[in-house]
């Protein structure tokens, strides 16, 4: 099971950003995903997390929580955060993964939040 995320990009302080996790050769929607990210010199941290569409159910950190929201699109067989009123505490390489987190990470997706 290995997921990959995408999206992240420079955006300045107050913008917004949607970044995507995609699966291939699963279904996404048989496990719950979370998105988590490490910011330099910081230990990874989970974002947020959605359960499968069989009984949905989301949740977020304090720090996220009213500005991000976590979604599914099975159609794409993916999981997309959008991410509004963007901080330059944001900034960090954002990752995606089943949880239990399996040990395949990625790359991730890099966000940079500033002006």
């Known amino acids: 099971v290995q997921l990959q995320a995408s999206g992240g990009g420079s955006v300045q302080p107050g913008g917004p950003l949607r970044l995507s996790c995609t699966a291939s050769?699963?279904?996404?929607?048989?496990?719950?995903v979370g998105w988590f990210r490490q910011a330099p010199g910081k230990e990874r941290e989970g974002v947020s997390f959605?359960?499968?569409?069989?009984?949905?159910?989301?949740s977020y950190a304090s720090s996220v929580k009213g500005r991000f929201t976590i979604s599914r699109d099975n159609a794409k067989n993916s999981v997309n955060l959008q991410m509004n009123s963007l901080k330059p505490e944001d900034t960090a390489v954002y990752y995606c993964?089943?949880?239990?987190?399996?040990?395949?990470w990625g790359q991730g997706t890099l966000v940079t939040v500033s002006s």
């Open positions: 050769g699963f279904t996404l929607d048989y496990y719950a």
């Open positions: 993964n089943t949880l239990p987190p399996t040990d395949y």
């Open positions: 959605i359960s499968t569409s069989a009984d949905p159910r989301t």
